[in-house]
Each structure stands twice: as C-alpha cells, then as structure tokens.
C-alpha cells in the first residue's frame, strides 16, 4: 500500500498526508499524484505535508487510519503538526469481540543456531555468569565482584562476567516489593546466564530466604547465594563462588538448536516519522517469519497501543485473550488516571521532533512491530512466556524498563527500532535498528542494523530475509551486537508506591 517517489512518500492510498523523505524550505514545491504543492514553511525530513486542504475538525489520515484531528483549516503545502492537530482519544473504552481469520501460521522447518542447551531443558543463546543483587545497597559490592571476575575469566569459555545495578529491594511494600523480586526471578532463570551469583546484604525486605520463595526451583549448581552481612570478606568469598560458577558454565557447548527455541522482544525508542513505514514493519516481518519457524515474539509498551488497540485484539486467539488484551489497555489507562496524569500525553519532545504528532500516530506505527500473527497470550508485568506465537507483555514505553521486562520475560534478544538512537542496552543483546539511513551512518557504535533502505528502493522481502539471517548469526554467537561491544548491559525495575 506504500508508495514512495523520491522526496516524499505516502503511506496508505486513503491518506490526506504525506511524509517528506529530506527537509523542505518555505516556497520550495513539489508534485504528488499530478498535484504541485509548495511548503507554506520550513519543514523537516520526516514530518507530515498536507496533501489536500483539510478543515477544522476533519480527522488527519495516516497508514489509512486517523491520527487525530485538525484543529484548524488547514492548506494543502501546510505542515500538519502538534500545532494544527490534536488526539482523538480520551479515556478507557469498551470493545467488542470480532475475531479476524489468522494469516500467518507455523509451517515445518528445519532451520536452527548454535545455542547452549541448559540441564532444564532451557535453550540460551550467550553463556555468561550474572552477578544478582537482591537490593541497591550493595550495587557497588556486586560491581567490584563482576569486574574483578570479568578480568580473572576472560578467555575461559564464556561470555563474561556481569552486574546488573538496581535501586531496589529495601523500603518497598506491596506490588512494587514483588514487582522487584519478580524480575531478579525472572533474570535468575534466563538461560543466557550460564551461572548465576545472587548476592543480598541481610537486612532488606527481599532478604534472601524470601526471594527463594519467590524464585521456587533452582539448579544448586547454576545458582548460589551470599549475604554479605553473616561473612568476613564478601569480595573474597563472592570470588570464590564465582570461579565455581565460571567452571561449571564452561560446561557447555554451542549445539544446533531448532529456531523455534528462539524468543525475541519487540521495541522501539526515539522513535521518529519513519519508525511506522521502516523499522517498525521490518521487525512486524520478522515476526510473522520467526513464528511460521515454531518461534516466539513478545511486544510490550502498553500505552503506546491507545489508538491501535483493536488491531491486536481481532487477532486474539480466542475470547479469553481478546478480554485479556482489553483488560491490559484499561488497567494501564486506570493508571495514568490514578495518578492525576493525561492517559494520551504522548509521545515524547524527542518523537514529536521526530515528526510523530499525536499518541494514535505513534501507537499506529508501534503495532506494526507486531505483524500480522494471531496474539496467543497476554501476559502481566514480570511474568514469562508460556507458548510459541505472538505474546503481549504489561509495561510501560520507558525504554529501559520495558527492554529489561522484555529480557525478564524470556526474550533471548530484544530488537529495538529507533529513529533517533540511544545507546542503552538491556542483559540481553539489544539490535538497534535504524528507521533512516542517516542516522544508521551518524551512530555506527549504536546501530546494528539499517531499515531506511525501505524508502531508497530495497524490497521489504528482501530486507527481512537479510535480517532474519543476521539474528540467526547473532543468536549463534557469530556476531555481538553493539550494546554487548561496548558494554551498554542495564536493568530498570516498574516502580508505582510509596517507598518507606
């Protein structure tokens, strides 16, 4: 349905918009479906041009959806912004249950990667030992463990030796406690971890007896514990428990695996006005062709659904997930409420900027990520994936939480559309796909790969394919991605109560 000429595209044939592929200066003109418009100002790359007038309160169209309204007439050649439109949206809605046919299904395969099968069963695709603390007061102890460790074990026939800095797991109460022991869970039990040391102080309220509850099974031999408080040189004995846990990593060995073992998280950050017709679509493609493999995708950045909501649940499975998806966006919607706050005050400075004008744009654009397969579960924050196929994870847009709730729910790999770029990295390797090529060439050290060849004439099939091969060679250990070059490995934990 896209259709790109040059300097500008269009992305639905039913649009009123177009978006400019290069800046545009007041007076300059150009010529859409037989059309000459001239840019009433200067407009950058990105952004939306008015194909045709549209008058006060007609609906702004994009991706063949409205994405909110104008607030004024507005000419054809206007820039159609924030400060012409205004959102649709308001408050939480009811939803009804009309399923569409599913068009993408799992086919038999025999692809695979090279992955590290753990003693459970669990598939992993990097054999590193993670140093875990059960509150933020001892961040810095667990610093020192993971680099001195990191230094001592290099070359041993590992990954590496990491630390996860948090500020939490003391002074918490209710949610936001379980919140915290849930996703230190959730990282003791990825596979990508080898080993892991979970280190606590003694006197937090996820004090180390209580988060075991919490953990429930776990291998003696992968897993071991410290408490700071009840030993004479926690450095010294934190060393020791770690060269034990770099042994019996290095018990395995990269092993075929079948891609359907694969699990990925799908997010996107900085986002800008390429991220719904490049990026986005890219990771939607790839997706669709890991779940046809028998593999698993999770998508997640909850309030960056608002407006495109029920794109997902007519591809619930059943009526139990439709009602499961419905209940995720209200409660999120509730929370904004809760706490005094404007459901749809989004996006961001930063994707406005971009060129993203209101939250049904942003969210029109985010789902793409998504593709076009059936949504199997849904799933709250800090639980992990239970089935192959398309899942839906509780959480909110902030990049670093959301990475981190996409790792804790089991993503081997998170892949990340951005058209603006950071350079944070999650515990898992984190694929910075750019939506424009220029961003790709400014931030080589960011960017692991270029989806704004979709606008310079590459055929999306082709792209995906190429981009398919590369997870797989990144599963398999052949490649790192940029975050784990140059040591971009951070957490962040949901936090919503009081703290004591």
Same mark, same amino acid.
């Given at each position: 349905?896209?259709?790109?000429?040059?300097?500008?595209?269009? @992305?639905?044939?039913?649009? %009123?918009?177009?978006?400019?592929?290069?800046?545009?200066?007041?007076? =300059?003109?150009?010529?859409?479906?037989?059309? &000459?418009?001239?840019?009433?100002?200067?407009?950058?790359?990105?952004?939306?041009?008015?194909?045709?007038?549209? %008058?006060?309160?007609?609906?702004?169209?994009?991706?063949?959806?409205?994405?909110?309204?104008?607030?004024? !007439?507005?000419?054809?050649?206007?820039?159609?912004?924030?400060?012409?439109?205004?959102?649709?949206?308001?408050?939480?809605?009811?939803?009804?249950?009309?399923?569409?046919?599913?068009?993408?299904?799992?086919?038999?395969?025999?692809?695979?990667?090279?992955?590290?099968?753990?003693?459970? +069963? !669990?598939?992993?695709?990097?054999?590193?030992?993670? @140093?875990?603390?059960?509150?933020?007061?001892?961040?810095?102890?667990?610093?020192?463990?993971?680099?001195?460790?990191?230094?001592?074990?290099?070359?041993?026939? /590992?990954? $590496?030796?990491?630390?996860?800095?948090?500020?939490?797991?003391?002074?918490?109460?209710?949610? =936001?406690?379980?919140?915290?022991?849930?996703?230190?869970?959730?990282? /003791?039990?990825?596979?990508?971890?080898?080993?892991?040391?979970?280190?606590?102080?003694?006197?937090?309220?996820?004090?180390?007896?209580?988060?075991?509850?919490?953990?429930? !099974?776990?291998?003696?031999?992968?897993?071991?514990?410290?408490?700071?408080?009840?030993?004479?040189?926690?450095?010294?004995?934190?060393?020791?428990? @770690?060269?034990?846990?770099?042994?019996?990593?290095?018990?395995?060995?990269?092993?075929?695996?079948?891609?359907?073992?694969?699990?990925?998280?799908?997010?996107?950050?900085?986002? =800008?006005?390429?991220?719904?017709?490049?990026?986005?679509?890219?990771?939607?493609?790839?997706?669709?062709?890991?779940?046809?493999?028998?593999?698993?995708?999770?998508?997640?950045?909850?309030?960056?659904?608002?407006?495109?909501?029920?794109?997902?649940?007519?591809?619930?499975?059943?009526?139990?997930?439709?009602?499961?998806?419905?209940?995720?966006?209200? $409660?999120?919607?509730?929370?904004?409420?809760?706490?005094?706050?404007?459901?749809?005050?989004?996006?961001?400075?930063?994707?406005?900027? $971009? $060129?993203?004008?209101?939250?049904? &744009?942003?969210?029109?654009?985010?789902?793409?990520?998504?593709?076009?397969?059936?949504?199997?579960?849904?799933?709250?924050?800090?639980?992990?994936?239970?089935?192959?196929?398309?899942?839906?994870?509780?959480?909110? +847009?902030?990049?670093?939480?959301?990475?981190?709730?996409?790792?804790?729910?089991?993503?081997?790999?998170?892949?990340?559309?951005? +058209?603006?770029?950071?350079?944070?990295?999650?515990? @898992?390797?984190?694929?910075?796909?750019?939506?424009?090529?220029?961003?790709?060439?400014?931030?080589?050290?960011? /960017?692991?790969? %270029?989806?704004?060849?979709?606008?310079?004439?590459?055929?999306?099939?082709?792209?995906? =394919?190429?981009?398919?091969?590369?997870?797989?060679?990144?599963?398999?250990?052949?490649?790192?991605?940029? %975050? &784990?070059?140059?040591?971009?490995?951070?957490?962040?934990?949901?936090?919503?109560?009081? /703290?004591?």
């Amino acid at each position: 349905m896209m259709s790109a000429i040059a300097d500008y595209l269009k @992305v639905h044939r039913s649009d %009123n918009v177009i978006v400019i592929l290069k800046d545009y200066q007041k007076g =300059d003109s150009l010529t859409v479906e037989d059309v &000459e418009l001239t840019a009433k100002e200067d407009i950058g790359f990105g952004h939306k041009l008015a194909l045709k007038p549209i %008058n006060k309160g007609e609906n702004i169209m994009k991706y063949g959806y409205p994405i909110g309204h104008a607030t004024e !007439d507005i000419s054809a050649g206007d820039w159609v912004h924030s400060h012409n439109t205004k959102t649709n949206l308001s408050g939480t809605l009811e939803y009804n249950y009309t399923p569409t046919e599913p068009i993408v299904k799992q086919k038999a395969t025999e692809r695979t990667f090279q992955g590290y099968v753990r003693a459970n +069963g !669990d598939v992993g695709i990097r054999n590193e030992v993670w @140093v875990i603390n059960t509150v933020g007061c001892i961040n810095k102890t667990c610093e020192i463990v993971a680099r001195t460790a990191n230094d001592m074990h290099k070359g041993d026939n /590992i990954d $590496g030796v990491y630390h996860y800095p948090h500020l939490f797991g003391c002074s918490q109460l209710g949610d =936001d406690l379980l919140n915290t022991q849930k996703i230190l869970s959730d990282l /003791i039990h990825h596979p990508n971890a080898g080993a892991i040391l979970v280190l606590g102080l003694g006197c937090e309220n996820n004090y180390i007896d209580l988060f075991k509850e919490v953990i429930g !099974d776990f291998d003696e031999k992968r897993v071991k514990f410290i408490e700071v408080q009840q030993v004479d040189d926690e450095i010294e004995d934190a060393l020791d428990a @770690v060269e034990e846990l770099v042994e019996y990593a290095k018990t395995f060995k990269r092993e075929p695996v079948p891609v359907s073992k694969l699990k990925v998280g799908l997010k996107c950050g900085g986002s =800008d006005g390429f991220s719904g017709i490049t990026g986005n679509p890219l990771l939607g493609a790839f997706s669709d062709k890991l779940i046809e493999h028998g593999g698993s995708t999770i998508l997640t950045e909850t309030p960056e659904l608002f407006g495109a909501e029920t794109l997902l649940m007519e591809r619930a499975k059943n009526e139990e997930v439709f009602h499961k998806i419905v209940g995720m966006v209200n $409660g999120f919607k509730e929370y904004f409420i809760k706490h005094e706050q404007n459901v749809y005050e989004n996006p961001s400075p930063g994707n406005k900027k $971009g $060129g993203i004008t209101t939250l049904e &744009e942003k969210s029109l654009g985010n789902v793409q990520k998504g593709g076009f397969a059936p949504v199997v579960d849904v799933l709250n924050y800090g639980d992990r994936m239970k089935e192959p196929g398309l899942t839906l994870l509780e959480g909110p +847009g902030n990049d670093l939480v959301s990475v981190t709730a996409l790792a804790s729910s089991g993503a081997h790999i998170v892949l990340f559309t951005t +058209g603006r770029g950071t350079p944070f990295g999650g515990p @898992v390797p984190t694929v910075k796909i750019s939506t424009n090529t220029a961003l790709s060439e400014k931030k080589k050290k960011w /960017i692991d790969f %270029n989806a704004g060849e979709l606008v310079e004439g590459k055929d999306k099939e082709e792209l995906t =394919d190429e981009f398919f091969e590369y997870i797989l060679t990144l599963a398999s250990g052949e490649v790192k991605a940029n %975050n &784990e070059k140059y040591g971009f490995k951070e957490i962040s934990i949901f936090k919503d109560g009081v /703290i004591l």
